[in-house]
């Protein structure tokens, strides 16, 4: 009898019980905490917390000219063009068949749209007004609750992490192919209070949406990605 190493590429297996697991587990814990915090914002109607008016009063005490356009710099990354650009090269490495990455990188690009719509849904339902006018360094769109640019740039990480980390063979590799796409989306959320547009529970729940989405949806992408990338000339795909 065969070892696990040998079964064929996509084949089920401890490594992807485990991930699956680990992904019910965080969209479980997040959906969750993101609850308890709608819950909370909406008896509020809204208003901001305690918490947040300070951290909102501590960054604009602390904001210069200098950090600001750093991270005007960095949010600009999270959202818009750079971001579907991100989530279709995911797709595309996913499949990493030439003949079909393009297949790959439009369900990137669908799966970012998904989590978009769904984001906006809910920030729409529960119509959070964004922190003063006056404190804003940038434009911003849209109601507060859950940030886009950090749902966006989060669900683009898991994404991005997810595929790089199953491609890397050094462990080295793998800790920076979840290292850095994390880190970047951090810092993207991070932006969004520094620039006075976001109160800091809404880039909470915006890391606690991404949470729920990618731990929902993550698995059956990766199947999908996997069956569009499959040899179809190998006998064990049962073609």
């Given at each position: 009898?065969?070892?696990?190493?040998?079964?064929?590429?996509?084949?089920?297996?401890?490594?992807?019980?485990?991930?699956?697991?680990?992904?019910?587990?965080?969209?479980?814990?997040?959906?969750?905490?993101?609850?308890?915090?709608l819950c909370?914002?909406?008896?509020?109607?809204?208003?901001?917390?305690?918490?947040?008016?300070?951290?909102?009063?501590?960054?604009?005490?602390?904001?210069?000219?200098?950090?600001?356009?750093?991270?005007?710099?960095?949010?600009n990354t999270?959202?818009?063009?750079?971001?579907?650009?991100l989530a279709?090269?995911?797709?595309?490495?996913?499949?990493?068949?030439?003949?079909?990455?393009?297949?790959?990188?439009?369900?990137?690009?669908?799966?970012?749209?998904?989590?978009?719509?769904?984001?906006?849904?809910?920030?729409?339902?529960?119509?959070?007004?964004?922190?003063?006018?006056?404190?804003?360094?940038?434009?911003?769109?849209?109601?507060?609750?859950?940030?886009?640019?950090?749902?966006?740039?989060?669900?683009?990480?898991?994404?991005?992490?997810?595929?790089?980390?199953?491609?890397?063979?050094?462990?080295?590799?793998?800790?920076?192919?979840?290292?850095?796409?994390?880190?970047?989306?951090?810092?993207?959320?991070?932006?969004?209070?520094?620039?006075?547009?976001?109160?800091?529970?809404?880039?909470?729940?915006?890391?606690?949406?991404?949470?729920?989405?990618?731990?929902?949806?993550?698995?059956?992408?990766?199947?999908?990605?996997?069956?569009?990338?499959?040899?179809?000339?190998?006998?064990?795909?049962?073609?």
């Amino acid at each position: 009898m065969g070892s696990a190493s040998d079964l064929p590429a996509g084949a089920p297996g401890p490594r992807r019980s485990r991930a699956e697991t680990a992904s019910r587990l965080v969209a479980g814990l997040s959906g969750l905490l993101l609850t308890g915090l709608l819950c909370a914002v909406v008896v509020r109607n809204g208003r901001p917390f305690p918490l947040d008016s300070g951290w909102h009063r501590w960054v604009l005490d602390h904001r210069s000219a200098e950090l600001s356009d750093v991270a005007v710099a960095v949010t600009n990354t999270g959202a818009g063009a750079c971001a579907y650009v991100l989530a279709a090269v995911a797709g595309a490495v996913a499949v990493g068949r030439r003949g079909r990455w393009w297949l790959g990188a439009g369900v990137g690009f669908a799966a970012l749209l998904t989590g978009q719509l769904l984001r906006t849904s809910l920030a729409t339902i529960v119509g959070r007004a964004r922190p003063p006018v006056a404190d804003w360094v940038t434009h911003p769109s849209g109601f507060a609750f859950p940030s886009g640019h950090t749902t966006t740039s989060a669900l683009v990480a898991a994404g991005l992490a997810a595929v790089l980390y199953r491609r890397a063979r050094h462990p080295a590799v793998r800790v920076a192919a979840v290292a850095i796409p994390g880190l970047w989306a951090f810092a993207v959320g991070a932006t969004r209070i520094l620039l006075g547009v976001h109160w800091p529970t809404d880039v909470l729940a915006g890391w606690l949406l991404a949470g729920v989405l990618a731990g929902v949806f993550l698995p059956p992408l990766a199947a999908l990605l996997g069956w569009i990338g499959r040899d179809r000339n190998n006998p064990y795909n049962g073609a």
